[in-house]
């Protein structure tokens, strides 16, 4: 029996000629992951007392989730991780206005290479299976635990498999996708598994889509989430990284490998429409025509799911010489300072501004509710980020449902839940 | 934590997928002293339960205990808040390794979840991987700890166990 790319990652990093799930296994860690929570793990380093962190050119730190600083805390936090940074000789560091959201940063600036053992303290750190690595979030103390000694035990997950067919009809992207997969699964689902997800349409999919689906498997509780290693992603890679990486058996799961469960979903049968999470848990799922015509006081595109390029482009698609509802208002947030950049370049952020969103700088934004964005009590947003559990966005009192980029620019204009649909079909002003 | 067997009250009895936020909202992950995150617990959605717990009460609730975030501030509110140990019909798997690394126990108990009550007296063994209800003397099955956690736990987290490990 051959094993699943989770199995052979974790043997590899290991050193094992072959592991079994449930196995315990001390993997070596290619790459370290933290954002703001760097403060955390610095605390938590420091008490350990060990002197130096074990490899200062595998720690990435990306600051993201208040930046800029929006509060005399959070400067201090800041201004404490970049010290620290400073004095360890950590290599890899995005401050403010040099990076965005630490999934995005990671991925254009090539760190996350097939076969590689990831982890990250936040859990949508699942997104790097989009580039064929075993990728998860830890702890802040765990993290402490990897800086100091650059490995880390795992229980060896059993693997689900996805496998996609079918084409998605107009306006049905990944995020439908995946909030489908999760509504059937359920918010535990996944839990402690890997699901690799394949098939012609996932292969399909555009590095940035794929990245969806591995960033919102954890939403079902996934350990790790991998989608295809081909040319497509090769390609990516080599223009991030400047070098060819050779594709390689150990990339892929072999083909007789061990599932714990195969499930099957054909697009176009079981995706005729949009999907949207409604308040307030990812999986509870509704087809959008359910929810068409509930009143929004907030759109919100961005997030380390949907604030990449094809997101923004197809919210630019919808709103292109329309305007955001008079009692909505909607957020814009490019999920990266390179994404920004190639944004405006191509006329989506201008296309954006004079349809009335407000463009926010690159970082977590709104999504975790700590600053810009914040919903009042009564207030609904819908909103292309990942997670729409009670105060999530700001009161316990607000509701936020979750849908694709182009359902959120749709739903901004009418003022209500709306088809991307049922504002083109409207005269443009 | 050293010790196998604990005894305590059941404060709160709580349902299924209680997340992260809900345990400890984004707004106060600014708060980095672990010690202060207590204050917190629960500030949303039940924050009447704080008040209830006393040091060495238990937490009890459904599936999927501590879902979404890797917010390490929501483990350490509730051990923080006085809470002795967690049992579950199942824990999010980050919420799990959070609770071990910072030596609250985090117990699995699907029998345990459904049957017992809130106010109850009950005894948890971690290694034999029982929950003992007091009153009655009722023996519920529970997974026990494996090796690696229960060592970490021994050691009162991951931070000791290292501390000793490589600053003796």
């Known amino acids: 029996m051959g094993m699943t790319l989770a199995e052979k990652i974790l043997a590899r990093a290991s050193g094992r000629e072959r592991v079994r799930p449930e196995e315990i296994v001390v993997a070596a860690v290619d790459l370290a992951l933290s954002h703001e929570n760097a403060d955390l793990v610095r605390k938590s380093f420091l008490e350990i007392g060990v002197a130096r962190v074990w490899d200062p050119e595998r720690i990435v ?155 919102l498997s954890m939403e079902m509780g996934a350990k790790a989430a991998f989608t295809p290693v081909d040319e497509r992603l090769l390609d990516y890679l080599a223009a991030r990284t400047g070098r060819t990486i050779p594709d390689s058996e150990d990339f892929a799961p072999d083909p007789d490998a061990d599932y714990e469960r195969v499930l099957r979903v054909d697009a176009s049968r079981e995706l005729q429409e949009p999907q949207v999470a409604c308040p307030h848990a990812v999986d509870n799922v509704r087809p959008l025509s359910q929810v068409r015509g509930v009143p929004v006081h907030q759109g919100v595109v961005g997030s380390c799911t949907n604030g990449r390029l094809e997101d923004l482009e197809a919210a630019a698609e919808v709103l292109r010489g329309r305007r955001v509802h008079p009692r909505t208002r909607l957020l814009v947030i490019p999920a990266s300072q390179q994404i920004l950049l190639e944004a405006i370049r191509l006329g989506y952020i201008q296309t954006l501004i004079e349809a009335g969103a407000m463009i926010n700088p690159p970082g977590c934004g709104p999504c975790v509710g700590v600053h810009q964005g914040i919903l009042a009590a009564g207030e609904t947003c819908i909103s292309s980020t990942n997670r729409n559990f009670i105060g999530r966005m700001g009161s316990k009192d607000s509701q936020v449902y979750l849908a694709s980029p182009a359902v959120v620019a749709a739903s901004a204009v009418a003022g209500e839940i709306a088809h991307p649909e049922d504002i083109l079909q409207q005269e443009v002003a | ?139 519920l099955a529970a997974a026990p700890l494996d090796p690696r956690a229960a060592e970490l736990l021994a050691a009162g987290g991951l931070i000791p166990y290292l501390k000793k490990k490589y600053a003796p």
Request: aromatic share 8%.
């Open chain 2, 1 to 139: 934590m050293s010790a196998v067997k604990l005894r305590g009250r059941v404060a709160a009895k709580l349902g299924d997928n209680i997340d992260t936020d809900l345990i400890y909202p984004g707004r106060f992950l600014n708060i980095t002293d672990r010690e202060k995150t207590g204050e917190h617990l629960f500030e949303l959605a039940f924050p009447e339960i704080r008040s209830r717990i006393r040091p060495g009460d238990f937490l009890v609730a459904g599936k999927n205990f501590g879902c979404g975030s890797s917010r390490e501030q929501a483990t350490a509110a509730v051990k923080y808040a006085g809470v002795g140990a967690v049992i579950a019909a199942g824990f999010a798997r980050i919420f799990f390794r959070n609770s071990i690394n910072l030596g609250l126990p985090a117990v699995v108990s699907p029998e345990a979840a459904a049957r017992v009550q809130e106010n109850e007296e009950i005894e948890l063994d971690l290694i034999a991987g029982t929950v003992t209800r007091l009153a009655t003397g009722e023996v």
């Open chain 1, 61 to 215: 730190i990306i600051l993201d989730h208040r930046v800029p600083a929006e509060s005399e805390r959070t400067a201090a936090t800041h201004k404490a991780i970049r010290e620290f940074v400073h004095a360890q000789g950590i290599q890899h560091f995005y401050d403010v206005g040099r990076g965005g959201i630490c999934h995005q940063v990671l991925a254009e600036n090539g760190h996350v290479l097939p076969g590689m053992v990831v982890v990250g303290t936040d859990s949508h750190t699942t997104t790097h299976g989009a580039f064929g690595a075993f990728a998860t979030g830890i702890g802040a103390t765990e993290m402490a635990g990897v800086w100091t000694e650059g490995c880390l035990w795992f229980k060896v997950p059993s693997t689900l498999r996805i496998e996609v067919s079918g084409r998605f009809p107009p306006w049905v992207s990944a995020k439908d996708l995946i909030l489908y997969i999760i509504g059937r699964l359920g918010a535990d689902g996944a839990d402690y598994r890997a699901v690799e997800f394949d098939g012609p349409t996932v292969r399909a999919l555009s590095v940035a889509s794929r990245m969806v689906l591995a960033n």
